[in-house]
């Protein structure tokens, strides 16, 4: 059974950094190309990052380039997201999954930043 699990939510002021974790557990994660989305009240999940299986190729949505970092640890079956700049706008639930929605949501990582 697949598992995706968000962590590193929480509340962080405009201008601050936060990161977020998502741990994978069954699936060969290595053979995944990963991304973070991200749903806002009353909106539609948004595709944010995504990386290839190997680290070396990443994409962003034009509102969080150059401000977001997505990365890998294949032998710690972990994606991340380092998301400096942080804007009130970022504010939304964070989930991870492979950048085809392969899988079901897990409950993602709320977090708020305020203004």
């Known amino acids: 059974q697949v598992q995706l699990v968000e962590s590193g939510g929480g509340l962080v002021q405009a201008g601050g950094s936060l990161r977020l974790s998502c741990a994978a557990s069954?699936?060969?994660?290595?053979?995944?190309?990963m991304a973070w989305f991200r749903q806002a009240p009353g909106k539609e999940h948004e595709f944010v990052a995504g990386?290839?299986?190997?680290?070396?190729?990443?994409e962003y949505v034009a509102s969080v380039k150059g401000r977001f970092t997505i990365s890998r640890d294949n032998a710690r079956n972990t994606l991340y997201l380092q998301m400096n700049s942080l804007k009130p706008e970022d504010t939304a639930v964070y989930y991870c999954?492979?950048?085809?929605?392969?899988?079901?949501w897990g409950k993602g990582a709320q977090f708020t930043v305020s203004s």
């Open positions: 999954n492979t950048r085809h929605l392969t899988f079901p």
């Open positions: 990386i290839r299986w190997n680290g070396k190729v990443t």
């Open positions: 069954g699936l060969t994660f290595s053979n995944y190309t």
